[in-house]
């Protein structure tokens, strides 16, 4: 069912991972989706033939975050191929796992920069583009929630205050109709989490034992989630942090 017809999508970081299937399902449910990449161009590339091979339409756009002028360029980019946006996605991020006395401040600057900063001036500098009525998602972690892998302390700080975004750009929307929500996943099994989640059935095992639902999570699982929020049948969800963790958060 296209229930995304005649709209138009981006996703950041849409190359590859949690990005990648949330691209292909909005382009399955009827959506254009403007795929972002950082660096992959190839992977970026990969992600529209898959998109366009389900029949759907998308195009790749290349802008590395966290840099001076990163917002402006990615609109740049964007208005070569579409006029104007009804879904936006901020779903880019990085990780820098470390204990909390060896967390060194360049890296710091670097998650903010990408996975805080980023967000907020994307969506701003995107306004003129975003259309009434239109969507944003924004992709956060479990872990602002639960300190469960303290060697993420610095990641899950930047995410905190991502999903504090949400909730104060809701507000700041709502006059045109727009809906601001995050989506939270727990452990999933993307490329990023493949060294150590994939090295071993203990590693498995132990991940799919956090979870409620006795499982790891899937991209399909988020990709899901931010359908629905893209979608009509969403329309009085706003200002919402949703747990796509399979219940991992004690």
Do not use: C
Request: aromatic fraction near 6%.
């Amino acid at each position: 069912m296209r229930t995304l017809t005649g709209r138009t999508a981006l996703v950041t970081g849409g190359s590859r991972g949690i990005g990648r299937a949330i691209a292909e399902r909005l382009g399955r449910d009827g959506a254009r989706v403007a795929v972002h990449y950082g660096v992959n161009e190839t992977a970026a590339k990969e992600t529209v033939t898959a998109i366009e091979t389900a029949g759907g339409s998308a195009f790749a756009i290349g802008q590395e975050l966290g840099v001076p002028g990163d917002a402006e360029g990615l609109w740049a980019a964007f208005d070569r191929h579409a006029d104007g946006l009804d879904i936006l996605v901020n779903n880019a991020g990085i990780a820098a796992p470390a204990a909390f006395g060896e967390v060194e401040e360049a890296a710091y600057d670097r998650l903010f920069a990408v996975n805080t900063k980023a967000p907020f001036f994307v969506t701003q500098a995107g306004l003129g583009r975003l259309r009434d009525g239109g969507r944003v998602v924004n992709v956060s972690t479990g872990l602002s929630r639960a300190a469960l892998m303290p060697e993420h302390i610095a990641y899950a700080m930047s995410k905190g205050a991502l999903d504090l975004f949400t909730s104060y750009l809701s507000k700041a929307l709502g006059a045109r109709g727009i809906t601001v929500n995050t989506v939270a996943p727990g452990i999933v099994d993307t490329d990023i989490n493949a060294d150590w989640l994939r090295g071993s059935d203990e590693a498995w095992a132990g991940a799919a034992a956090i979870s409620a639902l006795g499982r790891v999570g899937r991209p399909s699982d988020i990709a899901d989630v931010v359908a629905f929020l893209a979608s009509d049948e969403a329309r009085a969800v706003t200002g919402h942090w949703i747990d796509a963790t399979n219940g991992s958060l004690p």
